[in-house]
């Protein structure tokens, strides 16, 4: 789940007592490149009795361009992970830029003061420039303004400067936390994730409201010939607007967590 620490649209607190009144046990907070809503999103939590995994959605290099990696387990601060995240978040300032002035090139009149109104201090990604672009009347919603300008390709499209995913990885299993392949789609297949698992993959997003529930067999039989473990959800945003990611849609099996956290107490037992 996203909170306003990054491009969701509910503070922390908010999202646990959202993920409450769904009749959620568990949920994971994994805002963009930040750990700055975890301390809120576990006192909310603690108040209400909904167990909170601390995570964070990291973008990643991969050999077809990006991927985003699930970081899940991790504390919610870490001075390794936070020194990687302040430079992930420069990066995502300064391409926000680059997209206003693209925009600016194309003659629509945004600055990055109208950017930064959305995204207010939370890790700046294309939904706030999205919806200043809406706010501004340039275009009618969200989808239009990736539809138009900041979709994969489109006119204002910036690419991300990415770190490769063995290095992320390396850095989440020295803060005691596991990695999971987000939302692969059409990119799952037996041989990428294989390769995956070589730059530290312990598990792939097998539940996601992207994945048709073929699509979710096939990658459920893939993770459990391939050893890697299950994660899922519906990266519920809190705008709700996409009926498939309504927040509970997605029952996640709790096995799926207790894998995971025998895992995380295997790798802590072991003596190197
Ligand atoms: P960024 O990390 O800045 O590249 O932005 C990625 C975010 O944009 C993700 O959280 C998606 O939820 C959102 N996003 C990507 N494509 C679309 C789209 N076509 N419509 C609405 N939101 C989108
Ligand atoms: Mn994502």
Redesign the pocket.
Known sequence: M?STA??GVLPPGLVVQRAWEAGLDIIALTD??TLDGLTEALEAGQRLGVRVICGC?F?VRVAWG?M?LLGYFLPPAHPAIERFLIDARQM?FD??RQMVESLQAWGVAISVDDVLAEAGDAS???????RALVRLGKVPD??T???EF???GRRAYVE?VLPDLALVADLVHGAGGLVSAAHLRDRANRTTLSRLMLDGLDAVEVRHPRHPPEFTAMLDGLAGSLGLLRTGGT?W?GDE?DPACHLGAWAVPVEWVMAMEARVASRESRVW
């Not at 700046?124 to 999205?130: C, F, M």
């Open positions: 996203h990054s491009d963009h490149d959605e973008s990006e985003h995502r391409r926000a700046i990604g294309r939904p706030h420039v999205a969200v989808a303004a990736f539809d900041l979709g994969l991300k990266d945003h607007r």
